[in-house]
């Protein structure tokens, strides 16, 4: 591959990223949550309480950011924190009724999009794409832990 369609690729990935977050930006906010918010519901939708440390080691952000995330999500009642027996000070985060209920809307929604943004993309190219990204992904996640 020239090392201009490498760029131009790269370039797109980039593009493609802020208009999907833009997008999400916009209809998250109507809901009165941010993708990071949504990031966190997503995480504790799988029905396991995880603890603030084990979500940020998933999400791969730092515990701070994290904490701030779950703390918003504690004030509306998305999330409840609750004893954690493996650690006193770090209490297991799960997702209340509310917080699955929004999520369903989310994700409900999410499918909608992203049925219509594939609409017309035949499905082997949908299978180059997701193994392309896939080995970018995983070069760039081995040069990070090098």
Known sequence: MAEN?????TWLIRRLFRAMAGTADQYLSVLGITAADRAVLEFLSAGEPLAVPEIAARYDVSRQHVQVTVN???DKGLVEANPNPRHKRSPLISITTDGRQLFS???????????ELFSDI???NRRVTRRT???LYARISEGESS
Request: aromatic share 4%.
């Open 122 to 124: 035949p499905e082997s």
């Open 105 to 115: 809307r989310i994700r409900r929604r999410e499918h909608k999009l992203i049925d």
């Open 72 to 74: 918003h999500l504690l």
């Open 5 to 9: 369609d490498a760029y131009e690729i």
């Open 133 to 135: 990204l896939k080995t």
